[in-house]
């Protein structure tokens, strides 16, 4: 009996202990597994993974930590331990600890080159190659076939190209290409912009797409019209020039836009606003906040996501601000909740500490006035 109760003490003992430690233990006898993975949000469908070198992980594990005050910058890019996604890359390199808010001071000179090295690699594989609308034209000719990924649920369907001359004009190719394409869009046809991959046998292209069908359609496929690709330089039909959203959903499938910020506009900057507030798409707006207003959009997110429609109406002055280190931009917008719809005039109230730096917006003042 006494032996029971022994076996049965140890064996208690090591499965508290498993759950203890069952952050870093994996299995009885399996090792821990450390890897890169690139993603636009921790929720995104859509991800590239690749082992994580030893001499990093040993960095990492054995590196001196410091406590930081600010919240981790925006990135895309983590170490994932077995299931776990522990730390996070910024765009400079640095190391950060998602748990314990902590910096990992500087890496050796000769892992800094490797995880550069490394980082440019899972960047080319996870993204689309940045081409003109020229290039695309040639690389996509029409009838066509090609698979179009969506970078945030990771659902990808067939398309053809069927016409376009200052953008490509296609159609789902199949019913079942439709269904997967109305589930993108959780159901419902919406003008709402995308940030896609164009995969053929030509290469993989960064582009941008909308999903309401409109105009002609000639394939059988339940898809009442066709719907439009966007590329670097793309033009609408009707206007004649490059849609804002279309070119920010762009860059982020080139993986271009946590850079691209810095050298916004205070105009792009109300434009990418509105869009990441219309789309629940944070990781467009936290890259144009600073520290302070990071914090906010954590705080107001529940918020935010409970309006259903933000438009802007008006438009955008034309005046330069180049030499401004605050710019109040006023703009009459829609924006629907549950309880209804409304048009009122919001200013943005633009600010930055110098001329070099770049422009944020004051989300308090603008939660203010939504």
Not at 32 to 46: N, P
Not at 50 to 59: A, E, F, G, H, V
Not at 209 to 231: D, S, V
Not at 284 to 303: A, F, K, M, V
Request: with cysteine; hydrophobic share 35%; glycine share 6%.
């Amino acid at each position: 009996m006494k032996r029971i109760l022994c076996s049965l003490f140890i064996l208690v003992a090591v499965l508290i202990g498993l759950n203890w430690y069952g952050s870093s233990v994996a299995a009885i006898g399996q090792k821990d597994t450390w890897e890169y993975v690139i993603q636009t949000s921790l929720e995104s469908g859509y991800s590239t993974a690749m082992p994580l070198p030893k001499q990093i992980r040993k960095n990492v594990q054995k590196g001196k930590w410091k406590e930081i005050s600010y919240p981790i910058p925006p990135t895309d890019t983590f170490i994932r331990i077995n299931e776990n996604v522990a730390y996070a890359i910024d765009h400079q390199l640095n190391v950060y600890d998602r748990t314990a808010n902590k910096i990992l001071l500087p890496l050796k000179e000769e892992n800094k080159k490797r995880l550069s090295k490394d980082m440019k690699k899972l960047h080319k594989n996870h993204y689309g190659e940045l081409i003109t609308w020229k290039d695309a034209n040639q690389l996509l000719p029409r009838y066509s076939v090609f698979k179009v990924l969506d970078l945030d649920t990771g659902l990808s369907f067939e398309v053809q190209r069927r016409a376009g001359s200052y953008h490509a004009d296609v159609q789902p190719l199949t019913h079942d290409d439709t269904k997967i394409m109305k589930k993108i869009y959780r159901g419902t046809w919406s003008w709402d912009r995308r940030a896609i991959l164009v995969l053929s046998e030509t290469g993989q292209f960064a582009g941008s797409m909308h999903g309401m069908p409109h105009g002609q359609g000639a394939l059988k496929n339940g898809f009442p019209g066709h719907f439009c690709i966007h590329f670097q330089d793309s033009i609408t039909h009707k206007s004649r020039k490059m849609d804002h959203a279309h070119s920010i959903m762009i860059k982020k499938a080139s993986g271009e836009w946590l850079d691209h910020t810095q050298k916004l506009s205070p105009q792009e900057i109300v434009d990418a606003t509105v869009l990441s507030i219309h789309q629940h798409d944070w990781f467009i707006l936290s890259p144009i906040l600073d520290d302070r207003n990071r914090i906010l959009l954590d705080e107001h997110l529940e918020e935010l996501e409970e309006i259903e429609l933000i438009k802007r109406l008006s438009d955008l002055p034309k005046e330069d601000g180049s030499t401004k280190l605050t710019y109040p931009i006023t703009v009459k917008l829609q924006v629907h909740r549950k309880s209804g719809t409304t048009n009122k005039s919001v200013t943005f109230a633009l600010y930055r500490p110098t001329i070099e730096e770049p422009w944020t917006v004051d989300l308090e003042k603008l939660l203010e006035q939504l």
